[in-house]
């Protein structure tokens, strides 16, 4: 028989050592989830609402507001429901469907900040055909191509880990995870590795095309004033959204792969949301500040309504 057929429900692990402060935990939980929803649904109305900022640029940055909120969605509802449970369990497919937003939302972050980095390369490098390259009908494709790329890579790898013959049901971690439920399979194949390993080179592609646009920007604007001011008011925030996203994302990958059992519980439950924590709330924050039109828009918006 086939053990993914019998294993119904999955245990997770991370909140055992909570119960003293359980009830404070979900209030500061549940208040940070609704400042998340709050600043990228405020930054994503504005985009939509204002004309003057149907750019390129704000275009893939509300793409990565969407991004953020689909992704926390994966997380949040259900680690709030944890915090007030005494048992930590999901089920089969609860498991499956989490880890798949949950990796699809990494990938699809990573996806839109590419596109960033493409356009802010084309508008400071090769401005001249700015206007002619991110036409409507080439930023509706490369918007498309960003979710459809992701959501399509993560489900091939979703349907290759339900071939898997699971001899566990506890994983440790906050969340489900591809990693945490392929810990638990008592034997894996060919075809499941190259899906893997597909995906990370993929993605790594992302990365590398990543640093070698800045490369051009960064010469570019060594010997160029005005492109310098462009750089430091358009690309710092894309910089600081990367770094943070890179960060957190290689801080949990290594972990996984080897990190120390002897770590502190809480260190380990830092590590593993770290990408759920701080992008989805640093990037509508970093950009709305420092982006001029967001921040004069948004505003505007808060004088009109007093």
């Known amino acids: ?13 991370g909140l055992n050592n909570t119960v003293e402060y359980r009830v404070t935990l979900f209030c500061f ?17 504005t985009i939509i609402v204002d004309r003057s900022l149907h750019e390129p640029m704000y275009i893939f940055l509300c793409n990565l507001c969407i991004s953020g909120l689909y992704g926390t969605a994966g997380f949040y509802p259900k680690f709030l429901m944890d ?5 930590h369990v999901i089920s089969y497919g609860g498991c499956l469907l989490q ?9 699809s972050d990573l996806s839109i900040l590419a596109l960033m980095a493409y356009d802010r390369y084309i508008d400071i490098c090769r401005p001249l055909v700015y206007h002619s390259v991110m036409t409507k009908q080439a930023i509706s494709l490369l918007v498309f191509f960003s979710w459809l790329l992701p959501l399509s890579c993560m489900f091939m790898n979703t349907m290759s880990i339900i071939q898997y ?3 566990g049901s506890y994983i440790q971690k906050l969340y489900c995870s591809n990693w945490s439920i392929g810990k638990l399979a008592c034997s894996t194949s060919i075809a499941n590795i190259i899906i893997a390993y597909f995906n990370i080179v993929f993605y790594f592609c992302h990365f590398v095309f990543i640093v070698w646009t800045y490369m051009y920007l960064i010469r570019t604007c060594l010997i160029s004033k005005e ?3 462009k750089f430091m008011q358009t690309c710092v925030p894309h910089l600081i959204s990367l770094i943070s996203f890179t960060f957190v994302v290689l801080l949990d990958l290594m972990y996984m792969r080897f990190g120390s059992r ?23 924050l970093i950009y709305g500040l420092k982006l001029t039109k ?5 505003l505007g918006f808060i004088r009109d309504k007093r």
């Open 1 to 13: 028989m086939d053990n993914a057929s019998v294993i119904k429900v999955f245990s997770l692990s």
């Open 29 to 45: 939980t549940l208040l940070y989830y609704l400042i998340i929803w709050i600043v990228n649904v405020a930054l994503i109305v």
């Open 83 to 87: 915090l007030l449970s005494p048992s």
């Open 99 to 107: 880890s798949f937003v949950i990796h699809s939302f990494s990938a």
């Open 165 to 167: 013959k699971l001899c």
């Open 227 to 229: 492109n310098r001011g």
């Open 262 to 284: 002897d770590i502190a519980q809480s260190l380990h439950n830092f590590i593993s949301i770290g990408s759920l924590l701080l992008p989805s709330i640093m990037n509508p």
């Open 294 to 298: 967001d921040r004069n828009r948004i």
